[in-house]
């Protein structure tokens, strides 16, 4: 066989390690296993799951909009906040706003429940705190039935949800967004609040921006900062992990105050023109801040932002103001590991949509622009536009709809991995392009005007492989009225059969090293004898088993890997199948690869290059 027939077959060929047994269903424990290079590596995507309804195939995939992340004060931690949908078997929910929790350690979801921010549940500037000892988490809420911004704490598993106060001043006030909170790890809660009173005497409004720092044990409150003016809105908070100052950022511009509004507050930097500093946070080592650069204007209501401003920059700054550079693009919220100096946390947009989602990211690895968390070879972008679970090495060496294309195939192809047979023709996809060698994306390959499944039908050949749960796979040639039958645990590259000299020609590869194993069953009628019966590898003469069981020959034979020409010859007459003579006999050329991770793909195809 050619090499580079070999190659081309090695490219195109990642087949399933398991066999669709009525759906399935990745496990997060098991799907969360990004590989060490994938930097950034999304901290949590829910599975798909796949099952049958008859004929119908359904693929359920999840997805997550993210709309904020935090950590708790060990590092074990992260909270994600946004729309979430789970699919579930056989069921009809819909996506839900939801808090999860994610075990940054073990990568275990830890806690997952709704919660009920009243009016904020769209919001997109949403924020959540931690308790000191990690019990509970703090929120705000605006209930239908107040129309006041309230902060609320919440267990870990979204029980026991508790009143702890007002962010209103007083009770003439209205409130500008975004509401922004924050707690110290000695026990303080810092909350901001823009408050709006009508001027009778002038007939406008007057604007006062707050920072309020709250005793959680004794519930005094006492005050950090006051900014007067429309355009003094604060649209950025977090405090220092030395909980001793505050970086916030008004408009344009970040800012630190001491927590006790002791010294005047100092200004750091500023963002570009006409762009809105957010979503400040200090590293752990406390010598830098970063803040998101965000496309808007600050008007009477809040934040005013189009579709397009949440795609921002992620800029780092000195405390003294020095070192101003860009860090990171396309996302926004980023916040620091408390703990690990280098990792961070974000929401990122993979492509072009709203859709954020959210990242880890170790700014001591090289950042990947289009990252493969699962490490498949397959971008996150691409795994989930094609319903795939971008945290899921094994997903793309399935066949969901079992018509002999991987998934990954599909999307290489430019098939449907939820559509047997993508168009129309009669033939499923698999058999057209390892088969018959016409294109699964038109149902008349030469234009002839003659379907390619009428066109294939007039061969009569027929085939059908599957994969076994050990991992093995199955070939069922079907040849005139005979039936022969294939099992191996090796990657099978191409299978030929030769009519005019009786001979089986299978390509067969797998790891340096390891053993190789084929099962080759035979109608009994195709032998002369079984004495007669022949096996070659490589043109040379191999030993083998063969025995008769009912109404077959079985052959067994065993070999070392790597790539190898296989050859049963059934009525005797050694001599290798003659493969750019296809056209003198019946002959099927199937391409399969078996594999138990992407890794041994990628050692293959190094070791034959």
């Known amino acids: 066989m050619p090499k580079a027939w070999l190659s081309a077959l090695i490219a195109i060929s990642i087949i399933a390690a398991s066999a669709l047994l009525g759906f399935y269903k990745v496990p997060l424990a098991d799907a969360f296993a990004p590989t060490e290079n994938a930097n950034p590596r999304l901290i949590y995507w829910p599975s798909t799951i796949v099952w049958r309804q008859g004929d119908f195939l359904n693929i359920e995939h999840g997805w997550v909009n993210a709309k904020s992340i935090a950590w708790s004060p060990s590092g074990r931690y992260l909270l994600i906040y946004g729309r979430v949908y789970e699919p579930q078997l056989y069921s009809l929910d819909t996506d839900e706003w939801k808090v999860l929790i994610v075990n940054v350690e073990s990568g275990v979801l830890a806690y997952n429940f709704s919660l009920d921010l009243g009016q904020l549940e769209w919001e ?107 355009d003094k809105l604060i649209t950025g908070l977090k405090v220092s992990p030395s909980n001793n100052k505050i970086a916030y950022t008004v408009g344009s511009e970040v800012w630190i105050v001491d927590i006790n509004g002791a010294e005047p507050p100092i200004n750091i930097s500023s963002a570009s023109d006409r762009k809105i500093a957010m979503f400040v946070d200090w590293t752990s080592n406390e010598t830098m801040l970063t803040y998101s650069e965000i496309n808007g204007t600050i008007t009477d209501y809040g934040i005013s932002t189009n579709w397009d401003s949440w795609h921002g920059n992620m800029t780092a700054v000195n405390l003294d103001g020095t070192n101003k550079h860009n860090i990171l693009n396309g996302g ?138 050990e991992g093995w796979i199955r070939m069922t040639l079907q040849w005139s009225n005979k039936t022969m039958y294939v099992s191996t645990n090796s990657s099978v590259l191409g299978v030929v059969f030769n009519s005019t000299s009786m001979a089986l020609s299978i390509s067969v590869g797998g790891p340096d090293g390891t053993t190789g194993i084929a099962n080759i069953t035979i109608p009994i009628e195709m032998v002369n004898s079984l004495s007669a019966v022949q096996v070659t590898l490589d043109n ?54 078996i594999i138990a991770a992407a890794s041994v793909i990628a050692l293959i195809i190094i070791k034959r290059r």
């Not at 296989?566 to 199948?577: D, E, K, P, R």
């Not at 493969?579 to 391409?591: A, C, E, F, P």
Request: charge should be negative; include cysteine.
């Open 124 to 230: 997109n500037v949403i924020q959540f705190a931690f308790s000191p000892d990690e019990t509970k988490i703090f929120y705000v809420a605006v209930p239908n039935t107040e129309w006041l911004p309230q902060i609320f704490s919440v267990k870990l598993d979204g029980t026991d949800s508790t009143f702890v106060t007002y962010m209103n001043s007083t009770s003439v006030s209205s409130m500008r967004r975004p509401f922004l909170i924050d707690v110290t790890n000695d026990g303080f809660l810092v909350y901001t609040s823009c408050e709006t009173v009508y001027n009778v005497t002038s007939g406008q409004y007057n604007y006062t921006s707050y920072i309020w720092k709250y005793n959680l044990i004794t519930s005094e409150k006492s005050l950090v900062l006051q900014l007067e003016g429309m």
């Open 332 to 469: 926004y919220g980023l916040v620091w590991s408390p703990v690990k100096a280098s990792i961070a946390a974000c929401v990122r947009f993979s492509y072009s949509s709203l859709d954020g989602y959210p990242y880890l990211i170790d700014f001591d690895m090289p950042i990947t622009p289009n990252p493969d968390s699962d490490g498949d070879g397959i971008s996150d972008s691409s795994e989930i536009q094609n319903s795939l679970c971008p945290l899921d090495p094994t997903d793309v060496d399935m066949d969901y709809d079992e018509d002999g294309l991987t998934n990954l195939e599909e999307i290489n192809y430019g098939t449907w991995l939820g559509s047997t047979d993508f168009d129309g023709d009669g033939l499923s996809d698999g058999v057209e392009v390892k088969v018959f060698k016409t294109d699964p994306k038109k149902a008349d390959t030469d234009g002839d005007g003659v379907s390619d499944g009428l066109e294939a039908a007039a061969t009569g050949l027929s085939a059908f492989v599957s994969v076994l749960p």
């Open 540 to 593: 040379q003469p191999i030993d083998f088993q063969i025995n008769q069981v009912g109404n077959n020959a079985q052959i067994y034979v065993e070999y070392h890997h790597s790539f190898h020409e296989l050859t049963a010859h059934l009525q005797g007459g050694v001599g290798g199948a003659d493969l750019t003579g296809i056209l003198g006999y019946w002959w099927i050329i199937l391409s399969v690869a």
